[in-house]
């Protein structure tokens, strides 16, 4: 296992304001600053930094779970050492770590970085043995085949996820913005499941929440992916490309009380990029979202099987 800490770099700031040891947690988290394919707004590689100092300032305590997630110990391994201009290479470092700390029975939690360090973690936990279904928050499909001339990007990252994955095994949740080739990619070639923002609003929280978990009934394992563009830019203004009518922190942390369970095997929180937020408002709410996934897995798993 020693192999990894080859591709990981200290930082100055811990999550949650502590350093905790590897041995006594069963979540560890661990940052990628990558921001190179980003296409309009740059920045996300200051994105953990910022969520980490975030963290060490707000309450742990989960209003829904009705516990402080403090008590859950987290172990912040640090940082992706990223190979500035080549992302492939970078994913493949992604990939490695979380294997190799995954292995041990571990939860990755994962903070961007940009959206593409997903394809990573995913094929890191899939050399471990997982192979989750995936709920994902985010405005956008990121479906599309090529961007910019390259497969490999922000937006090309949940087409090469449902390429490795499958289609029947995603869930979207608050899309809104898309390409009419992403919304025919999805609706008739893929048939992937999505609940649009208005579909949340119309239907209710509650309901759609109901309808997700209807999706995930067969799935043994989830993994969450947490695009903070997916709330509106008014709560999470400093992110790569904003997206007006998106959720209220409200709506969000509904909805992951509503999915997440003990199935649970790992998260991410990404596209967190400091450089456009104001009054750190976005890597506080991507720090408290951290804390609601850990209470809605660690609540779940306090209740008794049904
Ligand atoms: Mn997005």
């Given amino acids: 296992m020693g ?5 990981v770099e200290e930082t100055p700031w811990a999550f949650g304001g502590s350093r905790r040891p590897l041995g006594q947690s069963e979540y560890f988290l661990l940052g990628v600053p990558l921001d190179s394919t980003a296409s309009y707004r740059t920045g996300q590689r200051w994105g953990p930094e910022a969520i980490r100092r975030a963290s060490a300032y707000i309450e742990f305590y989960s209003l829904r ?5 403090d008590e859950i110990p987290v172990s912040d391994v640090g940082d992706v050492a990223v190979v500035y201009g080549d992302a492939y290479a970078t994913l493949s470092r992604i990939e490695k770590v979380v294997d190799a700390l995954a292995s041990t029975g571990r939860i990755p939690i994962i903070l961007g970085g940009e959206h593409t360090v997903t394809l990573g973690v995913l094929r890191g936990l899939r050399r471990a043995g ?5 709920v994902v928050f985010d405005a ?3 479906l599309r085949s090529e961007y910019a001339g390259s497969r490999l990007s922000h937006a090309t990252v949940m087409r090469r996820i449902i390429e490795d994955v499958g289609p029947e095994r995603v869930v979207y949740l608050g899309v809104r913005g898309f390409s009419p080739e992403e919304l025919d990619y999805a609706r008739r070639r893929s048939e992937v499941r999505f609940y649009t923002v208005r579909d949340v609003m119309v239907m209710g929280e509650v309901n759609v929440a109901a309808s997700a978990r209807k999706d995930l009934k067969e799935c043994k394992q989830i993994y969450v992916s947490i695009d903070v563009d997916v709330l509106d830019p008014a709560y999470a203004p400093g992110v790569g490309n904003p997206e007006p009518e998106g959720f209220t922190s409200f709506t969000l942390y509904e909805l992951i009380h509503g999915v997440v369970d003990r199935r649970l095997v ?10 456009h937020d104001c009054s750190d408002k976005t890597a506080v709410a991507a720090a408290k979202t951290i804390v609601e996934v850990i209470a809605a897995r660690e609540a779940s798993r306090r209740r008794k099987p049904s």
Avoid: S
Avoid at 130 to 134: A, N, Q, V
Avoid at 266 to 275: H, S
């Fill in 65 to 69: 779970a009705g516990f402080d997630v």
């Fill in 266 to 275: 790992g998260f991410d929180v990404v596209e967190v990029a400091p450089p």
């Fill in 130 to 134: 997982r192979t989750p279904c995936l």
């Fill in 3 to 7: 192999e990894y800490l080859l591709y």
């Fill in 140 to 142: 956008h499909f990121d």
